[in-house]
C-alpha cells in the first residue's frame, strides 16, 4: 500500500498535479488499516515461522521480506546518487569542501556521529531483549530515537540555514544561479535521505510505545525491534556514503 | 518489569569476554567514528599535494569500510545463513553498472 501510494504520489507530482492527492488517499488507507490492526490487538512482534523448505529455508520469512525491501531501497538511492554525480561531472562549476562551498561540514559531521551513535543505542536494544533485560531494552530504545529526532532537527536546522542565508535552492535561484545544480542534487540526497530517516523515527517511536506495554516484547517475541533496527542501520549505511560524496568530495 | 520470562543471568568472566570478541558493537562502534575523524580531515589533504582522485579514493574506500562493518555486525548479516549474505550482495553488481553508466 506504501509503494502504490508513493508511486501514485510522485507520478502526480510528475505528470498531473490533482493525483498525487489520489496517492495522499492510498497513503491514509493504508495507515489507517495498520492502525486498525493495531488496535484489534495484533502483534507484529511475534516470532514468525521460518521459511519453507528451499532456497531460503530456516530464514524468518519477515526478515526475508525486509531484506528484499532494503535490495530495492539501495537500488533507489543508487538512482539518486548515480544521476546527481552524473549532474556534477557535467557541471561547469562546483563550489569546493572547505574552500566555496556553502555546506556546513563541522555541523554534519556531529550528525553523522549521532547516526551512527544512534546505531550503536539500536543494537544495543536488540541485545537487551535478546537476553531478558527490560531495562537496557528500553533506555537503548528511547536513546536511539532522541537520537534519530535529534538528527533531523539539525538537518531542519541546516536546511533553514541554507536556504535563506546562503540562497541555497532546489531550482534556479536569482541570488545564486551558479549554485542551481549543487542545490538541486543536494536537496535531492539528503532530502530523501532525511524522509528515510523520519520514517525510522515514527517506527521507533511505536516501538518505544509498545516496549513499555506489558509482555509486548519479551526475550522469545521481538522480531519487530530487529525488523525496525535492520531499516534503521541501513539508513545509517546510506548516510555513510552520502556525508563524503554530498559534503566532502 | 515483568516480562513473563525470567531475565537471563549476566555473563561474566571469560563467558562475556567470549561474547564480546563475537558481537564487537562497542569496538565497531569506536571504529565507525574514529573512521569518521578521518574522513573529516581528507578535503585537507589538498593542501599537502595529495590529488583529488586520491582523496575521493580515501573517502570511498573509508565509506565501503565503515558500511560492510555496520551490515556485518550491526545488521548481524555475519551470523545469517549464507544464502541471506548473497541477497543484498548481489545488486551490488547491477548497482555499480548503474553508477559508472550514468559518471562516465
Redesign the interface.
Known sequence: MLALAGGVGFAGVITYFPLSFVGVGILIVGLAGWFLQDARGVRFGEITHPTEPG??S??SIR??GM??F??SE??FF??I???S??LR?RAPYWP???VDSPLN??LT?VN??IL??S??T???AL?GIE?????HFRLALLATLLLGITFVSIQVFEYNKLFFEEHLTPWMNPFRPDLATFGTTFYMQTGFHGAHVMGGVIGLTYLNVKAWK??WF???SHEGV?LV??YW??V??VW??L???VY?? | ????????E?LTGLAKVVEQVK?P??A??LV??AV?VF??Q???FGAYGIPKTV??TM??A??AA??SL??L????LKY??L??RY??LV??G??AI??L???V
Open positions: 532456497m531460503f530456516g530464514v526478515k526475508l531484506w528484499f532494503l535490495v539501495i537500488f543508487s538512482a546518487i548515480g544521476n554525480l552524473a561531472t569546493a569542501p572547505g561540514i563541522p559531521a553523522t556521529f551512527i551513535a546505531s550503536f539500536m543494537v544495543q541485545k537476553k531478558g533485560d527490560l531495562r506489558k509482555d519479551t526475550q522469545q530487529e533496527g535492520l542501520h541501513f545509517d549505511v555513510i556514503f556525508f563524503p560524496i566532502l568530495i | 518489569m515483568a516480562t513473563g520470562t525470567p531475565a537471563a549476566p558481537k558493537y562497542f565497531v562502534f565507525l567514528a569518521t574522513e573529516i581528507v578535503p585537507g582523496q575521493v573517502l570511498i573509508t565509506a565503515k558500511a555496520v551490515v555486525y550491526y545488521m548481524h545469517e545463513p544464502v541471506l541477497v543484498p545488486p551490488l547491477l548497482v548503474l553508477i553508466a550514468l559518471v
